[in-house]
């Protein structure tokens, strides 16, 4: 049977009723109807009531699911559909299509269609594929995330290569089953032709299946993420199938697993820069490794990376020496790390030395062996993978990969008793080698916008590596954007998601946003208390990598940093830095530097960075005089530079690091003023660091004001985060506010040691006073010298010509985010104690180095009750559907009426309106459903009745649609889950999850006070004779309007924090309207005119409290 639109979306738009769709399928008698963002199946008779009220708008071959994207506090909903699709071929009786043309149907009357339509251009692309059943009822189609081998092993869809399945979740909320209404889609190429071999007709395919797990385009996705998915990771599998046999073998390719990027500018010389320090990416690269090994079995790495340290190619070199250091020092050196500078080795697009490659893989080749088997018997298993990488895993890549195909290949059909005639073989070669060229195109049009660049025509290969240039620049960051809404929805970009991400596995994100909201809130229930000592320096050192002086020998680095409690007490006033102190060692160092090369114009337009790797690098050796330090990362714009390093210990538990800078000099034109910021999340604490260098001169305040507000408006990291979205940020740098003093009358306060009568002139200081920088920040007590503008390697303030007044230019202020605002007023949320603020004598720069040691409070997860506390918020939120079932056991009076008459319906309705807002009624057989806004509503329903109800001399009992949601919520969970099977496992050796991904199944737990079990729905009788038809219809609930704005909540009084309560600042809401955050669903509107169905007149009640205060802080232990 061929394929058809069998697919037709009705459409009522008719203002004031809710907007409604209907979805039908010409082989079922049921539909789909999506109303008021609910989700219903209808049965034949309801479909048939309520028809006629709709308009077809389309006809399409399937669908894809339901988009959803965050607007402010609710989803906004798209159905997708598939309107155009194109013919790949046959395997067996599944067709495979390309899809060509989407249709995206808003699920609610206004259409915005910017935020989609970079979504459809992606769908529509050619890139993504699906396949679809033509042979005897009952059957399923081919499953395109499956291999041949791993088909042998499961049915399940690998969800690595499942890329909508997000679209499915909303359905999958609401009972829908998705196997049977959606299709499933694949993203990479898939190449089938037919070889005919004497009378039998063989099908020969090459597919290639691209992860999703780290999905992105070329330059703003590369490396590895913390987890260990590596950008374009692809899966090519190179299969025969021939009457009831299939052969098939496997290759990988993906980005080097280590943290990296590449920002693309111009034609052929992109830098390549190592965003993270050695120690900081090898458990990602351990992860990564261990992954692929339980995947695929045994692994050979085919690293195809340039070697030569000079040239345009020296950061590909650097990359490949980091990467095979890695590979060395780990636990997986038994790997076989295969160097091969495709460039050097195949110069001119000559490919004969291919053959010295063929050598050294020549016996993993013999001991991976292949995939071969018939419809009942395997002869023989692939074994192990064959990785392969070069820079984008695009071209280089593409031609090795078709030469080890070919390869692979003889044997293949040596396998299947194909090589009786040399023209048999010759025609498979011909017909693969074509299909390797179209698949290594297709791959590169996904990743980097343009076909493979093959060496074939140096004019054509020039023209696509110019078209990858105008990509990469002007269109990938709206591709990028496009790949994220798809594959993260609802998840994506929003401040709750963003909290919620620091806090949950991201198998949870896409959870309604009442259940984040929940989860976070109650965040202190599962997370504990874990003190961290973090340290802030800020050193303008005067263009240049004065490390130490030659004059003033004595004077070190580690003065600063490591000993600044202890040094030159003449100058430094002690805060209380007592011997108890001094035991505990620094976490996490941020040390941030100014002018760290000159600021001429050369070095403005474009900055060195030899300087920032020679400080990072005897950084990490004063800083681990001690105890070892290891660097995380640095940021460096120009002159500004910044460095975070932490102890090695530490290193695991951080994720998410991520780096921007900012240009304010000259409008924002140049780099000479500016900032360089660095954000990282610590076990379950979202960290950000700024070093910023503002506009100097003693009047211009202004100015400086304006370089804050611009850096904290224009710094952004990936996913939207903003600096005010962390909950503890910290500044340094020259911020160059003077004092607004004579200056000898300066310097004589400064001799007397009288600094708070200087202070009270501080530009700072009075500009935050005045609100307009720095508003809730908070710095320590200043009980030292100013620290500007001093001769070099001297003790006198400025004698020059100009002779600057002294000031405090070189500043740490920092602030935390109230994480609880319900804590307001109780002192369980302290921004941090301050346990040393001062400034150290380092001679070899107009500026004296500052540093501040603060004491903060982090939190870390117990997975265990996490997980807990995620299915007691699941539970107390009710189902998903929030559909009530309302069963009368009585038979109406007269057969051609139904017991649920208009007037029992209204009187119904107004009675249920109490627990919450209906937004739809159906009746079914003899039931009447009522679907609420909020499942709450169906929980205090059955709360308050105790399933059951006595109207008008009828007794009904109420029953949940779905009583059993929170197994529903964990079969959903799944979906959002890893859940690969093992290519090979060996005979003693059982499949198993290396990933730590809990088991669905859990042992029930007992239900809290306060809420009522689920009923169980009473079985129906047997319909007498005398029964009357059961009513069938829906009554689309009219549309509530918004509700007034609340008036704001009463003002709470500061907490009680020691001398630093400004430092704490309350949660900024989701991208919602100000006012108080809502406990539950909105109320219903007032009640309806006569003749209209009622709505509510009150909200569900709130979910039942249950935390608890936090624990104390416990005691820091000696180091």
Same mark, same amino acid.
């Given at each position: 049977?061929?394929?058809?639109?069998?697919?037709?979306?009705?459409?009522?738009?008719?203002?004031?009723?809710?907007?409604?769709?209907?979805?039908?399928?010409?082989?079922?008698?049921?539909?789909?109807?999506?109303?008021?963002?609910?989700?219903? @199946?209808?049965?034949?008779?309801?479909?048939?009531?309520?028809?006629?009220?709709?308009?077809?708008?389309?006809?399409?071959?399937?669908?894809?699911?339901?988009?959803?994207?965050?607007?402010?506090?609710?989803?906004?909903?798209?159905?997708?559909?598939?309107?155009?699709?194109?013919?790949?071929?046959?395997?067996?009786?599944?067709?495979?299509?390309?899809?060509?043309?989407?249709?995206?149907?808003?699920?609610?009357?206004?259409?915005?269609?910017?935020?989609?339509?970079?979504?459809?251009?992606? *769908?529509?692309?050619?890139?993504?594929?699906?396949?679809?059943?033509?042979?005897?009822?009952?059957?399923?189609?081919?499953?395109?995330?499956?291999?041949?081998?791993?088909?042998?092993?499961?049915?399940?869809?690998?969800?690595?290569?499942?890329?909508?399945?997000?679209?499915?979740?909303?359905?999958?909320?609401? $009972?829908?089953?998705?196997?049977?209404?959606?299709?499933?889609?694949?993203?990479?190429?898939?190449?089938?032709?037919?070889?005919?071999?004497?009378?039998?007709?063989?099908?020969?395919?090459?597919?290639?299946?691209?992860?999703?797990?780290?999905?992105?385009?070329?330059?703003?996705?590369?490396?590895?993420?913390?987890?260990?998915?590596?950008?374009?990771?692809?899966?090519?599998?190179?299969?025969?199938?021939?009457?009831?046999? @299939?052969?098939?073998? *496997?290759?990988?390719?993906?980005?080097?697993?280590?943290?990296?990027?590449?920002?693309?500018?111009?034609?052929? +010389?992109?830098?390549?820069?190592?965003?993270?320090?050695?120690?900081?990416?090898?458990?990602?690269?351990?992860?990564?490794?261990?992954?692929?090994?339980?995947?695929?079995?045994?692994?050979?790495?085919?690293? *195809?990376?340039?070697?030569?340290?000079?040239?345009?190619?020296? $950061?590909?070199?650097? *990359?490949?020496?980091?990467?095979?250091?890695?590979?060395?020092?780990?636990?997986?050196?038994?790997?076989?790390?295969?160097?091969?500078?495709?460039?050097?080795?195949?110069?001119?697009?000559?490919?004969?030395?291919?053959?010295?490659?063929?050598?050294?893989?020549?016996?993993?080749?013999?001991?991976?062996?292949?995939?071969?088997?018939?419809?009942?018997?395997?002869?023989?298993?692939?074994?192990?993978?064959?990785?392969?990488?070069?820079?984008?895993?695009?071209?280089?890549?593409?031609?090795?990969?078709?030469?080890?195909?070919?390869?692979?290949?003889?044997?293949?059909?040596?396998?299947?008793?194909?090589?009786?005639?040399?023209?048999?073989?010759?025609?498979?070669?011909?017909?693969?080698?074509?299909?390797?060229?179209?698949?290594?195109?297709?791959?590169?049009?996904?990743?980097?916008?343009?076909?493979?660049?093959?060496?074939?025509?140096?004019?054509?290969?020039?023209?696509?590596?110019?078209?990858?240039?105008?990509?990469?620049?002007?269109?990938?960051?709206?591709?990028?954007?496009?790949?994220?809404?798809?594959?993260?929805?609802?998840?994506?970009?929003?401040?709750?998601?963003?909290?919620?991400?620091?806090?949950?596995?991201?198998?949870?994100?896409?959870?309604?946003?009442?259940?984040?909201? %929940?989860? !976070?809130?109650?965040?202190?229930?599962?997370?504990?208390?874990?003190?961290?000592?973090?340290?802030?320096?800020?050193?303008?050192?005067?263009?240049?990598?004065?490390?130490? +002086?030659?004059?003033?020998?004595?004077?070190?680095?580690?003065?600063?940093?490591?000993?600044?409690?202890?040094?030159?007490?003449?100058?430094?006033? &002690?805060?209380?830095?007592?011997?108890?102190?001094?035991?505990?060692?620094? &976490?996490?160092?941020?040390?941030?530097?100014?002018?760290?090369? =000159?600021?001429?114009?050369?070095?403005?337009?474009?900055?060195?960075?030899?300087?920032?790797?020679?400080?990072?690098?005897?950084?990490?050796?004063?800083?681990?005089?001690?105890?070892?330090?290891?660097?995380?990362?640095?940021?460096?714009?120009?002159?500004?530079?910044?460095?975070?390093?932490?102890?090695?210990?530490?290193?695991?538990?951080?994720?998410?690091?991520?780096?921007?800078?900012?240009?304010?000099?000259?409008?924002?034109?140049?780099?000479?003023?500016?900032?360089?910021?660095?954000?990282?999340?610590?076990?379950?604490?979202?960290?950000?660091?700024?070093?910023?260098?503002?506009?100097?001169?003693?009047?211009?305040?202004?100015?400086?004001?304006?370089?804050?507000?611009?850096?904290?408006?224009?710094?952004?990291?990936?996913?939207?985060?903003?600096?005010?979205?962390?909950?503890?940020?910290?500044?340094?740098?020259?911020?160059?506010?003077?004092?607004?003093?004579?200056?000898?009358?300066?310097?004589?306060?400064?001799?007397?040691?009288?600094?708070?009568?200087?202070?009270?002139?501080?530009?700072?200081?009075?500009?935050?006073?005045?609100?307009?920088?720095?508003?809730?920040?908070?710095?320590?007590?200043?009980?030292?010298?100013?620290?500007?503008?001093?001769?070099?390697?001297?003790?006198?303030?400025?004698?020059?010509?100009?002779?600057?007044?002294?000031?405090?230019?070189?500043?740490?202020?920092?602030?935390?985010?109230?994480?609880?605002?319900?804590?307001?007023?109780?002192?369980?949320?302290?921004?941090?104690?301050?346990?040393?603020?001062?400034?150290?004598?380092?001679?070899?720069?107009?500026?004296?180095?500052?540093?501040?040691?603060?004491?903060?409070?982090?939190?870390?997860?117990?997975?265990?009750?996490? %997980?807990?506390?995620?299915?007691?918020?699941?539970?107390?939120?009710?189902?998903?559907?929030?559909?009530?079932?309302?069963?009368?056991?009585?038979?109406?009076?007269?057969?051609?009426?139904?017991?649920?008459? =208009?007037?029992?319906?209204?009187?119904?309705?107004?009675?249920?309106?109490?627990?919450?807002?209906?937004?739809?009624?159906?009746?079914?057989?003899?039931?009447?459903?009522?679907?609420?806004?909020?499942?709450?509503?169906?929980?205090?329903?059955?709360?308050?009745?105790?399933?059951?109800?006595?109207?008008?001399?009828?007794?009904?009992?109420?029953?949940?649609?779905?009583?059993?949601?929170?197994?529903?919520?964990?079969?959903?969970?799944?979906? !959002?889950?890893?859940?690969?099977?093992?290519?090979?496992?060996?005979?003693?050796?059982?499949?198993?999850?290396?990933?730590?991904?809990?088991?669905?199944?859990?042992?029930?737990?007992?239900?809290?006070?306060?809420?009522?079990?689920?009923?169980?729905?009473?079985?129906?009788?047997?319909?007498?004779?005398?029964?009357?038809?059961?009513?069938?219809?829906?009554?689309?609930?009219?549309?509530?309007?918004?509700?007034?704005?609340?008036?704001?909540?009463?003002?709470?009084?500061?907490?009680?924090?020691?001398?630093? =309560?400004?430092?704490?600042?309350?949660?900024?809401?989701?991208?919602?309207?100000?006012?108080? %955050?809502?406990? $539950?669903?909105?109320?219903?509107?007032?009640?309806?005119?006569?003749?209209?169905?009622?709505?509510?007149?009150?909200?569900?009640?709130?979910?039942?409290?249950?935390?608890?205060?936090?624990?104390?802080?416990?005691?820091?232990?000696?180091?």
């Amino acid at each position: 049977m061929a394929m058809y639109k069998g697919f037709r979306v009705f459409e009522k738009s008719k203002p004031p009723s809710p907007h409604s769709v209907l979805l039908e399928h010409r082989g079922k008698e049921d539909t789909i109807l999506f109303e008021s963002q609910a989700v219903a @199946v209808l049965s034949a008779q309801e479909t048939e009531a309520v028809k006629k009220q709709y308009t077809k708008i389309l006809d399409a071959y399937g669908c894809l699911g339901v988009l959803q994207l965050n607007a402010g506090e609710t989803s906004v909903l798209y159905l997708v559909m598939i309107t155009g699709c194109f013919s790949i071929g046959k395997v067996g009786d599944s067709e495979i299509f390309r899809i060509t043309q989407t249709q995206f149907v808003p699920l609610h009357f206004s259409q915005n269609e910017d935020r989609i339509s970079e979504v459809r251009k992606l *769908l529509n692309s050619g890139t993504f594929y699906f396949s679809w059943y033509s042979g005897a009822p009952g059957g399923t189609p081919l499953d395109l995330t499956l291999c041949a081998q791993r088909r042998n092993k499961t049915s399940t869809t690998d969800h690595r290569f499942f890329w909508n399945r997000m679209l499915h979740v909303h359905l999958v909320r609401f $009972g829908v089953d998705c196997s049977s209404w959606l299709v499933r889609a694949m993203c990479g190429s898939v190449e089938i032709r037919t070889v005919y071999v004497g009378h039998r007709k063989a099908l020969a395919s090459v597919i290639s299946r691209l992860s999703c797990e780290r999905a992105g385009t070329r330059f703003n996705v590369r490396g590895t993420n913390d987890e260990g998915h590596v950008a374009n990771f692809v899966e090519t599998e190179q299969v025969i199938f021939l009457d009831n046999e @299939v052969t098939s073998y *496997l290759q990988t390719r993906g980005s080097v697993p280590l943290f990296w990027e590449q920002p693309g500018v111009q034609v052929g +010389s992109h830098k390549v820069r190592i965003s993270r320090g050695y120690e900081a990416s090898k458990s990602a690269f351990n992860r990564h490794m261990d992954t692929i090994k339980e995947r695929y079995g045994k692994q050979v790495i085919l690293n *195809l990376l340039g070697t030569s340290l000079i040239g345009n190619k020296e $950061g590909e070199a650097t *990359l490949s020496q980091e990467f095979q250091k890695h590979h060395k020092e780990s636990s997986h050196s038994d790997i076989s790390h295969i160097v091969f500078d495709y460039h050097q080795e195949c110069r001119g697009g000559s490919s004969a030395n291919l053959q010295k490659l063929k050598a050294k893989l020549e016996q993993q080749l013999l001991d991976f062996s292949f995939y071969h088997a018939s419809c009942t018997t395997n002869f023989s298993l692939q074994k192990g993978t064959i990785r392969t990488n070069c820079l984008d895993c695009l071209d280089r890549t593409n031609c090795v990969q078709t030469f080890l195909g070919l390869e692979i290949l003889a044997k293949q059909l040596i396998a299947m008793q194909l090589v009786d005639k040399k023209q048999t073989i010759s025609r498979f070669e011909e017909v693969f080698k074509q299909m390797w060229i179209n698949n290594g195109n297709e791959i590169s049009k996904i990743y980097a916008g343009t076909g493979a660049i093959q060496g074939g025509s140096k004019l054509m290969d020039g023209a696509r590596s110019a078209a990858r240039t105008i990509q990469n620049n002007l269109l990938d960051n709206s591709k990028q954007e496009a790949i994220d809404i798809l594959l993260l929805g609802s998840t994506l970009s929003t401040e709750l998601a963003d909290r919620a991400r620091t806090l949950l596995p991201y198998n949870t994100l896409h959870a309604p946003n009442h259940v984040l909201r %929940e989860m !976070c809130r109650r965040h202190m229930e599962y997370t504990e208390p874990l003190p961290v000592r973090v340290a802030v320096g800020t050193y303008n050192v005067n263009g240049g990598k004065h490390f130490r +002086s030659v004059v003033f020998k004595e004077i070190q680095l580690s003065d600063w940093l490591l000993d600044p409690h202890t040094k030159n007490k003449g100058s430094l006033v &002690d805060t209380g830095y007592t011997d108890e102190h001094k035991s505990i060692p620094v &976490d996490i160092y941020a040390i941030g530097f100014e002018e760290i090369v =000159d600021l001429n114009a050369a070095n403005i337009m474009n900055s060195s960075t030899e300087n920032a790797k020679a400080w990072a690098i005897e950084l990490q050796k004063v800083l681990s005089r001690d105890r070892p330090y290891v660097l995380l990362t640095y940021q460096q714009l120009v002159g500004v530079c910044v460095y975070v390093y932490v102890r090695p210990e530490h290193v695991p538990f951080i994720k998410d690091v991520a780096v921007d800078s900012v240009k304010t000099g000259m409008g924002g034109h140049t780099g000479n003023k500016g900032a360089a910021a660095i954000r990282l999340v610590f076990h379950a604490t979202s960290i950000a660091f700024v070093c910023a260098h503002f506009a100097a001169g003693q009047s211009q305040v202004t100015e400086r004001n304006a370089d804050y507000n611009e850096i904290t408006r224009k710094i952004a990291f990936p996913m939207s985060r903003s600096l005010n979205s962390h909950e503890y940020l910290f500044w340094c740098g020259d911020f160059n506010y003077r004092i607004d003093m004579d200056k000898e009358e300066i310097k004589e306060l400064v001799r007397q040691g009288d600094f708070e009568t200087i202070l009270q002139q501080d530009q700072l200081k009075k500009q935050q006073a005045e609100g307009n920088v720095f508003k809730m920040f908070i710095e320590g007590d200043i009980t030292f010298p100013p620290t500007y503008k001093y001769d070099l390697f001297s003790d006198d303030y400025d004698t020059s010509e100009k002779c600057r007044a002294p000031a405090w230019t070189d500043r740490v202020l920092w602030k935390r985010r109230n994480q609880s605002p319900e804590l307001n007023g109780t002192g369980q949320e302290s921004p941090g104690k301050l346990v040393f603020y001062g400034r150290a004598e380092l001679k070899q720069s107009d500026h004296r180095p500052v540093i501040a040691i603060i004491d903060i409070e982090t939190r870390t997860i117990r997975e265990d009750k996490r %997980e807990q506390v995620f299915y007691e918020v699941i539970a107390d939120m009710g189902p998903p559907d929030a559909t009530l079932i309302v069963h009368c056991e009585e038979t109406a009076q007269n057969e051609d009426s139904s017991l649920f008459d =208009d007037n029992l319906v209204m009187v119904l309705l107004e009675d249920f309106a109490q627990f919450g807002e209906t937004i739809l009624v159906r009746f079914v057989a003899d039931t009447m459903w009522i679907t609420f806004r909020d499942g709450q509503a169906v929980l205090e329903a059955m709360k308050k009745t105790n399933g059951l109800l006595k109207f008008q001399d009828h007794d009904f009992t109420l029953s949940l649609k779905t009583p059993n949601w929170v197994e529903q919520a964990k079969e959903e969970i799944g979906l !959002c889950s890893s859940n690969t099977v093992p290519l090979y496992s060996s005979p003693n050796q059982s499949d198993y999850n290396c990933l730590g991904i809990p088991e669905v199944p859990r042992p029930p737990r007992p239900l809290p006070p306060g809420r009522p079990p689920p009923p169980t729905a009473k079985p129906t009788p047997p319909p007498s004779p005398r029964r009357a038809m059961p009513k069938a219809g829906v009554i689309s609930m009219p549309i509530k309007s918004p509700p007034p704005p609340s008036s704001a909540p009463p003002t709470l009084p500061p907490p009680d924090l020691p001398a630093q =309560d400004e430092g704490v600042y309350e949660e900024i809401g989701d991208d919602s309207p100000g006012g108080p %955050e809502p406990q $539950g669903p909105p109320p219903p509107p007032p009640r309806a005119e006569a003749g209209s169905p009622p709505t509510g007149t009150r909200g569900p009640p709130p979910v039942p409290a249950r935390s608890a205060p936090p624990p104390p802080l416990p005691a820091r232990p000696r180091q």
